[in-house]
């Protein structure tokens, strides 16, 4: 099976260049520094079906089709790798940057080549230093080699490279918040429209795109769209990272073909539940998404069908509940990530998340009360889509809509037991 | 005034941003690793060196969590309370930490060693319960695993 993204990952440490170079590494960038023009390039990425693996699926080519091009088009233009990676229960950016980072410095040369970027950023969480070294290291490298720089293999493109460790607030991950944050404002988004691609950085045209999108490309680009489509299972396109971590046997992160079914994850390559341990839903894609049941095992993991059962893919890495973890206590434990992390831009988001935050409190604490059912729910209607300035709080609620639809009964108990019945 | 190895520092990012105004947060970064923390006075100089009123350069500072704007301990230790590691017993070990460490959430022990400090998803979920501490990460923690790293960093 072609494992693109992390065919050279393995246990012995990232290759350097060299070793990058022999497994095949920077063909792609010849390739179309030689034989192709930005828009091939974009066209390329456009019929190769790829959607952005930061958690919405947007499709790649067409977001760079956006930025303007050609002599008259502002400059500087910028590419930003988002390799913010906060989201609870999502760890695939880590591994390929600390695995393969030249595959992500490629990826991010190759897409800055497409929209005729002139300086590229990687915006890395600040706690990830091993990978904020590796990439580091990868950029020098390329550097030496005449990858990046005034005149990129002769070429007569020029691109700069830079690494921007930053200071911790998950909202940077929300692409117009990361601008800000670049731009060394507080992390806080920017209304839309005007969408990066016009107005960005500093005012300029920018491209934010995940790194896991980006690591896709150079492979795009050196073996033909038609192959990437043919990669995936079902109608979406490429392999993805899955992950699963909670009580299963062997959690862990594996690239495998875009719509591998939930059950085949889970089970193979998980290993199945734990001894002593049953399965009872989980999140497809990190904390932001609505959870999925057991009705739902044989579904493909992509796009479409996960929005069709009603929650997102996100970003590929499901949190397995167990039936020896509380519903309510890990909803509680989600809300009250999501009540730290709001930017406290606007009211119903600053105001509302802790709130929701407290009545979990006080159903898990013994305290709740039989209303408060009906409570959150009205909660997660009103910090649901179009209330709030920014995904964050509708994000929040996806979880809590979806568990008080799967495991109302359990959140009943707490209500009328007084107390969690898994304590 | 910022110190020599300071300004040479930030004078090397300087030139990655198209203005100085860019460089608030790598410049609390680097005062915050030449001084342990950001004081009133660190926060200062940081200002002064970019150009900004320090009270613009307070509102970036008190935004982000891991610009510390009160001493920490000679180590920081960043537990992560997100949702995989909470599943994987997390609450466990942050009591551990207070029973039998002194080490409370949002706190520095009394011989002023280590800081502890919860903290979102750090993207190793398949290790969970995880914690950094300083720049190490380390996973698959319990109680008797917890002690044994701490006892490593002096
Ligand atoms: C609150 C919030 C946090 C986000 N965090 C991240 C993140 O950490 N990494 C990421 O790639 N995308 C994150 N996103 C999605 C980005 O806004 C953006 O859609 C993405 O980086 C685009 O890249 P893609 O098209 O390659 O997926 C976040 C979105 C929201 C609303
Ligand atoms: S929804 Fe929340 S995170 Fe988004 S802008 Fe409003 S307060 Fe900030
Ligand atoms: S939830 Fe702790 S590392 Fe992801």
Same mark, same amino acid.
């Given at each position: 099976m072609d494992r693109p993204l992390t065919g050279n990952i393995g246990p012995d440490g990232p290759l350097d260049l060299a070793g990058y170079e022999r497994a095949g590494g920077y063909q792609a960038l010849r390739k179309a520094l030689r034989d192709l023009a930005p828009a091939d390039v974009t066209k390329m990425v456009s019929d190769s079906g790829l959607r952005g693996?930061?958690?919405?699926?947007?499709?790649t080519g067409q977001k760079w089709s956006f930025v303007p091009m050609g002599a008259?088009?502002?400059?500087?233009k910028y590419l930003v790798a988002n390799?913010?990676?906060?989201?609870?229960?999502?760890?695939?950016d880590r591994l390929l940057m600390e695995g393969d980072p030249h595959l992500l410095v490629e990826g991010m040369i190759l897409a800055a080549y497409a929209v005729q970027a002139d300086v590229a950023y990687?915006?890395?969480?600040?706690?990830?230093h091993l990978p904020a070294r590796r990439v580091r290291q990868a950029i020098g490298e390329a550097y030496a080699r005449g990858?990046?720089?005034?005149?990129i293999l002769g070429s007569g493109y020029r691109l700069e490279m830079h690494v921007h460790t930053s200071?911790?607030?998950?909202?940077?991950?929300e692409e117009t918040a990361l601008l800000n944050a670049l731009e060394g404002k507080r992390a806080i988004p920017r209304a839309k429209p005007p969408f990066p691609q016009a107005?960005?950085?500093?005012g300029k045209p920018t491209v934010v795109n995940n790194v896991e999108t980006l690591c896709n490309v150079p492979h795009i680009v050196a073996r033909g769209p038609a192959w990437y489509r043919g990669?995936?299972?079902?109608?979406d396109a490429g392999t993805k990272i899955y992950g699963a971590s909670g009580k299963v046997r062997r959690p862990g992160a594996w690239e495998l073909p875009?719509?591998?079914p939930i059950r085949e994850i889970l089970?193979?390559?998980?290993?199945?539940?734990?001894?002593g341990h049953a399965f009872r839903g989980l999140?497809?894609?990190?904390?932001?998404t609505d959870f999925l049941v057991a009705?739902?095992?044989?579904?493909?993991?992509d796009f479409d069908s996960i929005a069709h059962a009603g929650s997102r893919l996100g970003t590929g890495t499901m949190i397995v509940l167990d039936d020896r973890t509380c519903p309510v206590g890990m909803v509680r434990n989600l809300e009250w990530f999501f009540a730290r992390e709001s930017?406290?831009?606007?009211?119903p988001c600053r105001d509302g998340l802790p709130w929701v935050a407290y009545v979990l409190d006080d159903l898990e604490d013994g305290r709740?009360?039989?209303e408060d059912l009906a409570l959150l729910a009205e909660q997660a209607r009103l910090l649901g889509?179009?209330?709030?300035?920014?995904?964050h709080a509708p994000g929040a609620m996806e979880p809590l809509q979806s568990a008080l639809k799967y495991f109302g009964d359990d959140f009943a108990r707490h209500a009328h037991e007084h107390r969690c019945p898994w304590r | 005034m910022l110190s020599a190895d300071e300004k040479r520092e930030l004078d090397a990012e300087a030139?990655?941003?198209?203005? +100085?105004?860019?460089?608030g947060i790598e410049a609390l970064k680097i005062v915050q690793r030449h001084r342990g923390w950001i004081s009133d006075a660190a926060l200062g100089d940081a200002a002064a060196a970019i150009g900004l009123p320090p009270a613009e350069l307070e509102g970036v500072a008190s935004?982000?969590?891991?610009?510390? +704007?009160r001493p920490v301990g000679r180590h920081v230790v960043l537990a992560c309370d997100g949702v995989s590691c909470w599943i994987a017993g997390c609450e466990r070990l942050l009591q551990a930490a207070a029973e039998r460490h002194g080490l409370r959430p949002g706190e520095t022990d009394a011989d002023g060693r280590f800081t502890l400090l919860p903290v979102a998803c750090l993207g190793a979920c398949d290790r969970a319960p995880v914690a950094l501490v300083d720049e190490d990460l380390h996973g698959n923690l319990d109680p008797e695993r917890l002690a044994e790293v701490l006892a490593r960093y002096g």
């Amino acid at each position: 099976m072609d494992r693109p993204l992390t065919g050279n990952i393995g246990p012995d440490g990232p290759l350097d260049l060299a070793g990058y170079e022999r497994a095949g590494g920077y063909q792609a960038l010849r390739k179309a520094l030689r034989d192709l023009a930005p828009a091939d390039v974009t066209k390329m990425v456009s019929d190769s079906g790829l959607r952005g693996r930061g958690g919405a699926g947007f499709p790649t080519g067409q977001k760079w089709s956006f930025v303007p091009m050609g002599a008259a088009a502002p400059r500087p233009k910028y590419l930003v790798a988002n390799a913010d990676e906060m989201e609870p229960g999502t760890f695939k950016d880590r591994l390929l940057m600390e695995g393969d980072p030249h595959l992500l410095v490629e990826g991010m040369i190759l897409a800055a080549y497409a929209v005729q970027a002139d300086v590229a950023y990687v915006f890395m969480r600040g706690e990830y230093h091993l990978p904020a070294r590796r990439v580091r290291q990868a950029i020098g490298e390329a550097y030496a080699r005449g990858y990046l720089g005034p005149d990129i293999l002769g070429s007569g493109y020029r691109l700069e490279m830079h690494v921007h460790t930053s200071a911790g607030r998950y909202l940077c991950g929300e692409e117009t918040a990361l601008l800000n944050a670049l731009e060394g404002k507080r992390a806080i988004p920017r209304a839309k429209p005007p969408f990066p691609q016009a107005a960005g950085l500093w005012g300029k045209p920018t491209v934010v795109n995940n790194v896991e999108t980006l690591c896709n490309v150079p492979h795009i680009v050196a073996r033909g769209p038609a192959w990437y489509r043919g990669l995936g299972r079902t109608r979406d396109a490429g392999t993805k990272i899955y992950g699963a971590s909670g009580k299963v046997r062997r959690p862990g992160a594996w690239e495998l073909p875009m719509g591998t079914p939930i059950r085949e994850i889970l089970e193979e390559h998980a290993g199945g539940m734990r001894p002593g341990h049953a399965f009872r839903g989980l999140l497809p894609g990190g904390a932001s998404t609505d959870f999925l049941v057991a009705e739902h095992l044989d579904l493909p993991m992509d796009f479409d069908s996960i929005a069709h059962a009603g929650s997102r893919l996100g970003t590929g890495t499901m949190i397995v509940l167990d039936d020896r973890t509380c519903p309510v206590g890990m909803v509680r434990n989600l809300e009250w990530f999501f009540a730290r992390e709001s930017c406290g831009w606007c009211t119903p988001c600053r105001d509302g998340l802790p709130w929701v935050a407290y009545v979990l409190d006080d159903l898990e604490d013994g305290r709740g009360r039989p209303e408060d059912l009906a409570l959150l729910a009205e909660q997660a209607r009103l910090l649901g889509p179009g209330h709030t300035y920014c995904a964050h709080a509708p994000g929040a609620m996806e979880p809590l809509q979806s568990a008080l639809k799967y495991f109302g009964d359990d959140f009943a108990r707490h209500a009328h037991e007084h107390r969690c019945p898994w304590r | 005034m910022l110190s020599a190895d300071e300004k040479r520092e930030l004078d090397a990012e300087a030139a990655h941003y198209r203005d +100085r105004r860019a460089l608030g947060i790598e410049a609390l970064k680097i005062v915050q690793r030449h001084r342990g923390w950001i004081s009133d006075a660190a926060l200062g100089d940081a200002a002064a060196a970019i150009g900004l009123p320090p009270a613009e350069l307070e509102g970036v500072a008190s935004f982000y969590n891991l610009l510390f +704007r009160r001493p920490v301990g000679r180590h920081v230790v960043l537990a992560c309370d997100g949702v995989s590691c909470w599943i994987a017993g997390c609450e466990r070990l942050l009591q551990a930490a207070a029973e039998r460490h002194g080490l409370r959430p949002g706190e520095t022990d009394a011989d002023g060693r280590f800081t502890l400090l919860p903290v979102a998803c750090l993207g190793a979920c398949d290790r969970a319960p995880v914690a950094l501490v300083d720049e190490d990460l380390h996973g698959n923690l319990d109680p008797e695993r917890l002690a044994e790293v701490l006892a490593r960093y002096g």
